[in-house]
């Protein structure tokens, strides 16, 4: 997951692929087990929610973890979906210099039927708007703060499908896209040349209200623990989106084990 000591785009995916599973929940859903939408594993397990548009430059990274995973149950670990689907994602976070997670746990139980559609933010076009996308996380749980944390990591983002939004395939959204850090902040409201930006961002940022997402995303403008701490929190919410209470008590904490792919 890295190269020449930066994270990669196996990286950039499986942090990706790990928030598409997970988010795709919403505290107005009917509630079905053993999740509810959520971070249940449908996006590998499913043969149908892979292929929604949402999920545009993830199939390569499902292909190789899907393999993985059937790799893992031929040889009889007793490993989820959902699990390795987070679990990667983590381990994604920590491979870019910077990173940090939270705490890890397993112990979540799979679904093959596709979550709920609708459900994950747009990054232009309708429902890109500030109060859609803040209704939508609040949906899910999280505040206000807690989303403009999330979109710190876009510090390791590159756009590789919104030609027709202007930004050319290969482009970043901040000028150290190896790297875990905070310029992304602030780029995102000065970008530097060869920079691209998604609506949503810039939507999202320029909302200076007290309870606006912008208020909280210029509060991490050069404060990278400030923003890694808040960013841990919510990440670990974000794992845990749509599993049940009851499965919550049982699961494991990995952390260590986790952390032990790239030591800081």
């Known amino acids: 997951m890295r190269t020449n000591g930066q994270c990669n785009n196996i990286s950039r995916a499986a942090i990706r692929y790990a928030f598409h599973d997970a988010a795709a929940y919403s505290s107005k859903t009917t509630f079905y087990l053993p999740a509810a939408g ?13 292929n929604r548009k949402d999920h545009d430059g993830l199939r390569d990274y499902h292909s190789v973890l899907k393999s993985k995973f059937n790799q893992y149950k031929a040889a009889g670990y007793p490993i989820g979906a959902a699990d390795l689907i987070q679990v990667a994602g983590a381990v994604g976070v920590l491979a870019c210099p910077g990173g940090r997670t939270g705490i890890v746990m397993v112990g979540r139980q799979d679904t093959t039927q596709a979550a709920p559609d609708g459900l994950l933010p747009q990054a232009f076009g309708p429902g890109s708007d500030h109060n859609t996308i803040l209704q939508l996380f609040v949906d899910k749980g999280f505040s206000a703060r807690d989303l403009a944390a999330l979109l710190g990591a876009h510090t390791t983002s590159i756009a590789n499908f919104q030609a027709s939004n202007g930004i050319p395939a290969g482009t970043p959204q901040d000028s150290t896209s190896g790297l875990w850090d905070v310029n992304y902040y602030n780029e995102t409201y000065y970008p530097p040349a060869g920079i691209g930006r998604f609506d949503s961002d810039i ?20 404060l990278p623990a400030q923003w890694g701490a808040s960013f841990a929190s919510a990440y670990n919410f974000l794992s845990l989106l749509g599993v049940p209470r009851s499965v919550k008590s049982t699961m494991q904490d ?7 792919a790239f030591p800081s």
Do not use: H, P, W
Not at 203 to 222: E, I
């Open 38 to 50: 959520g971070a249940d594993g449908s996006l590998l397990l499913s043969s149908t929610e892979i």
């Open 203 to 222: 939507n999202l940022s320029a909302n200076m209200s007290r309870t606006a997402v912008g208020y909280q995303f210029k509060s991490f403008v050069g």
């Open 254 to 260: 990995c952390t260590t084990v986790v952390n032990a």
